[in-house]
């Protein structure tokens, strides 16, 4: 038969096909839809925060940071409850990472605060002196992109039913009521942690930089989650 | 068979992809040196502004070596093995003809716009599929044009069998397709939200746990796929056409070929263990994973044995050494995976620089010095020049084999020793080391890893240096070597 399928190669590459789709349909179909449920009371990521997740994919912590805490005392010591499939059902993509040269982040937003970020993610050194993380300072001069977080929380409401209220809705005029209503006054009050004068003023003049979002992001992490 | 004999075979696609091959090795393999020595002096972050942190330039560097160097080289040794193996020229299809100057003139501006939009952090975040999707799209297609040229050529073949080497390059074609297609599936934000937002924005068709699944299903097979199947290719052709020895067994080749398509696929959960992904799952991947032994080592014992009776050559000829200690990593890297894939081994090496370690066994020792192998194989034939320095070919083979050596060494005992450290307690039971702890003790191995990769980038730059030699100004050549290759 091998023989037969060394000459024809058509009927070869449909065998080779088959044999190589089988173990994906095995593992990954009889548990889709199952893994994909939330646990109780999860809440989808506002704007802002989906606005920092994008900064944490563009600056791609991930290299260094994991999102995934493993079911060890070890670390439920060291980062707390070890973490629920549940728990990542809005998150698209997974942030799970595969290095941890720095500490996991599942759960950060429960012993990090607005103003450590502040000054950390502008120079850890300052912060950990024997840190190798880099200072991201051109997050704070960067401006967040709240309008392609607002037209993603607009496309997983309408796709995949992510339980977002009425007042995420196509089009311009609603999301310019939405950034003025719910973004900005968000933005503010992680801006009241925080104590550089030009992060808070660019933020009164109505613009968000990265580091703002990020923060709203990081601090998420954790119990927020479901309150 | 058919005899070669006043066959001319169309190596101007095989050109290109040579000269494509050792331009991203440079720059991948220069990224990298640079990445590596940030973990060891993070002053160096700062070199380009935001553009040279570490966290933007590392998705630049698996890339660049795995679509820029490793794919040219690939693509390179397809379109010479290919046309030998088939014997049918390219030049025999006007539509062939055209067809492979579209695949290379559409992969170098996907190339292009790739390291434009990493560089600017325009990412799907996903590890080896960061591309966004206007970028997809155009992987895509040139994925089909390789397809048909592939399946093309096949079409109008004259050797009616198709050599070992082409099983696997068929399932290189399939395999990427299948996964790629899968993993990257997603919706560009902009069309489903009534126009608002950035256009390259897109957010993906699965989530959490499941979007895990699907990105390691293909991350483990990219690296089944990209750097293993279609290397097993390559060696399969090269190394009986550059020592000529026969392939030892066929059955061995036939049973490989077939264990290794089974069961690599069902590996992917390996690199989820203790994650949130459902236990069976877990534990059928590790299985597997040991499983994957078999097939692997079925492989490269077929290439070591095919040397019976021709080990001189191994002190003559450094095309031949590299090939035959690519073989030798391959069988290492094949098996220290598994080991990782353990469940109690992992809940140590995940998350460590072991499995970079681990990653560059295969990528450095295997791939990379095959694909050194195989791009000196082809020069001469390919330019009609003699190698221009075979010290040089020698010298590059040494220096590169202590980089590996210091790159995996260092590697291991970073990733056992912070893998150990995280765990440690205290006679009460409380964690003995804060997490800065545990990456401080790492600066000697970093600074050794760094070095090692250096070493590497110097051989790859001797190994540039000896190649632009042969093609430009190597002793002209009157017809064509057989087996192996002459050299100055």
């Known amino acids: 038969m091998f023989h037969w399928l060394e000459k024809n190669p058509f009927f070869f590459a449909v065998v080779v096909f088959l044999v190589i789709a089988f173990a994906g349909v095995v593992t990954i179909l009889p548990n889709f839809s199952e893994a994909s449920q939330p646990i109780k009371g999860l809440k989808p990521y506002t704007v802002l925060e989906l606005a920092g997740k994008e900064v944490y994919k563009k600056d791609n912590c991930l290299s260094c940071h994991s999102q995934l805490i493993r079911p060890f005392k070890s670390e439920t010591d060291r980062y707390g409850q070890y973490s629920l499939s549940g728990e990542y059902a809005y998150d698209r993509p997974f942030l799970w990472g595969s290095k941890r040269t720095g500490p996991d982040l599942h759960r950060v937003g429960n012993y990090r605060t607005t103003d450590w970020h502040e000054n950390h993610m502008w120079d850890p050194k300052s912060v950990v002196p024997d840190s190798i993380m880099p200072a991201y300072k051109h997050q704070y001069t960067n401006m967040a992109d709240i309008e392609t977080a607002y037209a993603e929380a607009v496309t997983v409401k309408n796709i995949f039913k992510t339980p977002y209220g009425p007042e995420i809705a196509e089009g311009k005029a609603a999301f310019e009521k939405h950034f003025k209503d719910v973004v900005l006054p968000e933005a503010k009050m992680i801006t009241a942690g925080m104590k550089k004068a030009d992060i808070k003023a660019m933020v009164d003049s109505g613009e968000i930089p990265e580091i703002v979002a990020i923060i709203a992001y990081m601090n998420r992490l954790g119990n927020k989650r479901t309150q | 068979m058919q005899s070669n004999a006043g066959m001319e075979y169309d190596y101007s696609i095989v050109k290109l992809f040579l000269w494509t091959t050792v331009i991203f090795g440079i720059v991948g393999m220069l990224i990298g040196v640079l990445i590596a020595a940030q973990l060891a002096y993070p ?123 082409m099983w696997y390059y068929i399932a290189c074609f399939l395999g990427v397709a299948m996964l790629y297609l899968f993993n990257n599936m997603a919706l560009p934000t902009y069309f489903f939200s009534g126009g608002l937002g950035n256009i390259m924005h897109s957010v993906s068709m699965y989530s959490g746990t499941n979007d895990a699944m699907v990105q390691w299903w293909w991350g483990h097979n990219a690296v089944a796929f990209v750097f293993t199947v279609p290397i097993i290719a390559m060696i399969y052709y090269f190394l009986p056409k550059e020592s000529g020895q026969a392939i030892y067994s066929y059955k061995l080749s036939l049973l490989s070929f077939w264990g290794l398509m089974f069961v690599y696929l069902w590996a992917g959960g390996h690199h989820l263990l203790w994650s949130t992904v459902p236990d069976w799952v877990q534990t059928m991947s590790s299985v597997f994973s040991i499983i994957l032994i078999l097939p692997s080592w079925g492989s490269a014992i077929n290439m070591l044995l095919t040397m019976k009776g021709g080990w001189n050559q191994l002190t003559e000829n450094p095309i031949i050494k590299l090939m035959v200690l690519a073989s030798t990593f391959y069988m290492l890297a094949t098996l220290e995976g598994p080991i990782q894939a353990v469940k109690s081994v992992n809940a140590i090496a995940h998350f460590t620089d072991w499995i970079p370690g681990h990653v560059h066994d295969g990528t450095l020792g295997w791939v990379a010095f095959m694909a050194f192998a195989a791009v000196m194989h082809m020069a001469p034939r390919v330019f009609k020049r003699e190698i221009y320095s075979k010290s040089l070919l020698d010298a590059q083979f040494w220096l590169q084999t202590v980089a590996i050596v210091l790159y995996f060494a260092s590697m291991w005992i970073a990733g056992i020793t912070q893998g150990m450290m995280w765990r440690a307690v205290d006679e009460y039971g409380n964690l003995m080391y804060s997490f800065i702890d545990t990456v401080s003790v790492l600066h000697p191995y970093y600074v050794i890893r760094a070095l090692g990769g250096f070493l590497y980038f110097v051989g790859m730059l001797m190994f540039a240096y000896n190649f632009y030699k042969t093609a430009t100004s190597g002793r002209k050549l009157e017809t064509e070597p057989q087996f192996r290759s002459p050299m100055a």
């Open chain 2, 43 to 165: 002053e160096l972050n700062y070199l380009l502004g935001e553009y040279g942190t570490f966290s933007r330039l590392r998705p630049l560097h698996t890339n660049v070596v795995i679509y820029g160097f490793t794919l040219s080289a690939i693509w390179a040794s397809f379109y010479y093995s290919g046309q030998r193996v088939l014997k049918v020229s390219i030049a025999e299809s006007k539509f062939l003809s055209i067809l492979i100057k579209v695949h290379f003139g559409l992969y170098i501006i996907a190339a292009a716009a790739m390291v434009v939009t990493l560089l600017m952090g325009i990412t799907a975040s996903k590890e080896y599929a960061q591309m966004e999707w206007p970028l997809d799209i155009v992987i895509v297609l040139i994925w089909v044009i390789w397809g048909v040229a592939m399946f093309g050529l096949i079409g109008i073949r004259r050797e009616k069998t198709l050599y070992i080497s």
